[in-house]
């Protein structure tokens, strides 16, 4: 019955293209803007299995030196189901363990990494539960670091909750590289590991950039992905999805359909009109492309703020811009100001230097 509701209301978003898919709670989200471009049930409460293990890394990476080596202790026995096989005694790179734990889903590894990072299995879930409440994952509840599920008690959380860290996590440039290899290999004092990532979306879907699978009884199928696609970044989230890799190939084929990257502005070719400073440079240090459907697109608006300071420095933040859409802040970028006789310096002496490459290489 739950299946063909999803049905229903996927026919009647989609008029002309079916997907039918079998999740039970669905979000697309936009990673950037943390736009909510569909959801189905997105804030409902369910078991998550092993995606709480994007928690897991990202509070490792949060609170640990990676290059620590871990002493895997005999706590590892008591983990069942994925591992790595981990063998106590044995001494591996935290950096290593958590690609352990993103590839191969090991709750061995996230034993040991709990252990390593808060001293036990109860102090690490108190760090998740703490940032969880931080960056406003309002129906979400961790009881251990790897997922599993004793008689229906375990991880929960909602697909908002997990598109939400995921968004979070995706700034960060250690994370993105973990959450997006396909295989990788370390090694211990006791042997060689060669593991492969089980997130089959990568072989599926040519723009997939990064994913982390999860499955118990209790839970089903669980997944979360991210793709990108002509500087449209998204990330999905299905829980309890018997048919998940499909269903994310098709969502992430019909929204970068759908919508289009607007770029409302350019680093490159960034001016102000503005009356009060004479003698500085503005400045933004990043593109932002807004995520929008041609009707949306003549509703996107620019509201900038600049501060009014008696004294200027090089590089001060000196004001904001808001990416509107209608009423909807879609993203925040800070303003610079460098002063222009220091910058025009820095411009010809950079000049100089290309000039005296150039020459040295035709010589």
């Given at each position: 019955m739950r299946k063909l509701a999803f049905f229903v209301v996927?026919?009647?978003?989609?008029?002309?293209?079916?997907?039918?898919?079998s999740a039970r709670n669905a979000i697309v989200m936009d990673l950037n803007s943390g736009r909510v471009l569909y959801e189905y049930n997105s804030h409902d409460e369910h078991l998550i299995a092993s995606i709480t293990k994007i928690m897991t890394c990202l509070i490792t990476i949060m609170y640990s030196d990676l290059g620590k080596t871990v002493v895997v202790d005999e706590d590892v026995l008591k983990a069942y189901g994925s591992s790595v096989y981990l063998e106590v005694g044995e001494e591996i790179k935290l950096k290593d363990l958590l690609y352990g734990l993103m590839l191969r889903?090991?709750?061995?590894?996230?034993?040991?990494?709990a252990n390593t990072v808060a001293g036990s299995m109860d102090n690490f879930v108190y760090l998740m539960?703490?940032?969880?409440k931080t960056i406003g994952m309002k129906n979400t509840h961790f009881v251990n670091a790897h997922g599993l599920d004793e008689k229906g008690v375990g991880n929960t959380s909602s697909a908002y909750d997990m598109a939400l860290l995921t968004k979070v996590a995706m700034q960060n440039k250690v994370f993105k590289e973990i959450f997006g290899t396909r295989e990788y290999k370390a090694q211990s004092n006791l042997k060689t590991y060669n593991w492969a990532g089980k997130n089959k979306l990568f072989g599926m879907y040519e723009y997939t950039t990064g994913g982390k699978t999860g499955y118990t009884e209790a839970a089903r199928r669980t997944l979360v992905t991210t793709a990108s696609k002509d500087n449209k970044d998204l990330v999905i989230v299905t829980l309890d999805d018997g048919n998940d890799f499909n269903d994310h190939k098709a969502l992430y084929e019909t929204y970068f359909q759908k919508y289009e990257a607007v770029k409302v502005i350019d680093k490159s070719n960034f001016k102000i009109d503005d009356t009060y400073y004479k003698n500085e440079e503005f400045y933004v240090k990043d593109?932002?492309?807004?995520?929008v459907t041609?009707?949306?697109?003549?509703?996107?608006?620019?509201?900038?703020?600049i501060f009014k300071y008696d004294k200027v420095y090089d590089d001060i933040k000196i004001g904001e811009i808001k990416v509107m859409?209608?009423?909807?802040?879609l993203h925040k970028e800070s303003i610079y100001a460098r002063l222009?006789?220091?910058y025009q310096k820095?411009?010809?002496?950079?000049?100089?230097?290309?000039?005296?490459w150039g020459w040295i290489k035709l010589w």
């Open positions: 996927c026919l009647l978003l989609f008029p002309g293209q079916i997907l039918a898919m889903s090991g709750n061995d590894a996230a034993v040991a990494i539960n703490e940032y969880a593109d932002y492309y807004a995520l041609k009707e949306e697109k003549k509703n996107l608006k620019l509201d900038i703020t859409l209608n009423d909807t802040v222009k006789e220091n820095e411009e010809k002496k950079e000049g100089f230097f290309k000039k005296l």
